[in-house]
């Protein structure tokens, strides 16, 4: 079983702090997506990293692929309240199924105004 | 014109009963996929169906029986619900495998 490990699995901070969350395993990702999934809604894809090293930026949210496609993270630069959702990783492994997705158990984030 | 559709959007039962959660999307989507979700928000992928023939099947009990009549449509039939079934089951698509899926807002399952 291919495992994905996702910290922390709660934040909470104040308006205008960054934050990371980091998403890994000991096995290479062919693909790794993130999504945000709010309250009675589902997951809402973010982005997708596939080349190692990758970085994408999407308004104050910057993801990162790590060189040896075995990490990724999400940085936020000054949260605001709307950020607040639970972010997920998943992952398409290498070697595996492209049906496949396997997720991480999430970072709850909580952005106090 | 939402993209994945559930229906129902809740589903309060008693143990021992047999029912369906229906799903629909209008992406023109090849592979559709099945979800549950625990009280804890962990995502695990249930089944997965790529123009209409089944692909992953994740050990999933065989009171779960998924069935698909054309590209659009993947329904989820459960028989004997048990406690353990409670939770949010999410139906997702996408383009082909491998490519960013577009999920439904859920069907939160409450077995009493």
């Known amino acids: 079983t291919q495992l994905l490990e996702q910290s922390p699995q709660f934040l909470s901070i104040q308006e205008g702090e960054n934050l990371t969350v980091y998403c890994n395993s000991s096995s290479v990702f062919s693909s790794l997506q993130w999504y945000r999934q709010e309250p009675g809604e589902g997951p809402v894809l973010l982005v997708t990293v596939v080349t190692g090293g990758e970085v994408k930026k999407l308004k104050r949210l910057t993801f990162q692929f790590g060189d040896a496609r075995k990490d990724s993270s999400l940085h936020i630069t000054a949260a605001q309240p709307g950020d607040t959702g639970l972010y997920l990783c998943a992952a398409l492994f290498s070697g595996g199924s492209n049906y496949k997705l396997t997720f991480g158990k999430g970072t709850l984030l909580t952005v106090n105004p | 014109d939402t993209a994945v559709s559930q229906t129902p959007k809740y589903l309060v039962t008693q143990m021992g009963n047999d029912k369906s959660i229906k799903c629909e999307q209008n992406?023109?989507?090849?592979?559709m996929y099945w979800y549950k979700q625990d009280s804890k928000k962990f995502l695990k992928i249930m089944f997965s169906?790529?123009?209409?023939?089944?692909?992953i099947n994740e050990t999933v009990p065989n009171r779960f029986s998924p069935k698909s009549p054309d590209k659009a449509h993947l329904n989820l039939h459960i028989n004997s619900l048990e406690l353990g079934d409670s939770a949010v089951y999410f139906c997702?698509?996408?383009?082909?495998?491998?490519?960013?899926?577009?999920f439904g807002d859920g069907t939160r399952l409450s077995i009493l």
């Open positions: 997702a698509s996408s383009p082909q495998g491998r490519q960013p899926q577009h």
């Open positions: 169906y790529n123009n209409k023939e089944l692909i």
């Open positions: 992406l023109g989507h090849d592979t």
